[in-house]
């Protein structure tokens, strides 16, 4: 089954689930839910939080586990503190970083090249 699924012993019960994949069986495991009596006993915010918001997937994925009212009215995702790569305000600058420390415009004389770097 390990290999089927191509998980770690961990993963298994998860990854058992249908439409729970090993990415989505992890991120699941690091919210705190490593089974599918967890995912139906799971708040439900920290279920969407796991799977980055998408809430017609956790709909599903909470039905196919078995639980009562899988509905995600209403619910907001929790992160649960933790930010994910490549989110938040310290990566958050799409300019890859070629601005300069002065924020000046596009000038030719403002631009760095690479040869004025030392």
Not at 28 to 47: M, Q
């Given at each position: ?43 439900k915010a920290t ?32 992160d649960g503190g ?37």
């Amino acid at each position: 089954m390990r290999v089927q699924y191509g998980v770690r012993e961990e993963l298994l019960d998860l990854a058992g689930v249908r439409n729970v994949g090993r990415k989505r069986a992890r991120r699941l495991f690091e919210a705190g839910i490593e089974s599918r009596a967890d995912l139906r006993e799971a708040d439900k915010a920290t279920v969407l939080g796991a799977l980055r918001g998408r809430r017609k997937t956790a709909e599903t994925i909470l039905e196919n586990a078995g639980r009562r009212d899988p509905s995600m009215d209403g619910v907001d995702a929790d992160d649960g503190g933790g930010a994910e790569p490549g989110t938040g305000p310290a990566t958050d600058d799409r300019s890859g970083g070629a601005r300069d420390a002065g924020g000046a415009g596009t000038d030719d004389e403002t631009q760095a090249s690479l040869g004025d770097f030392e």
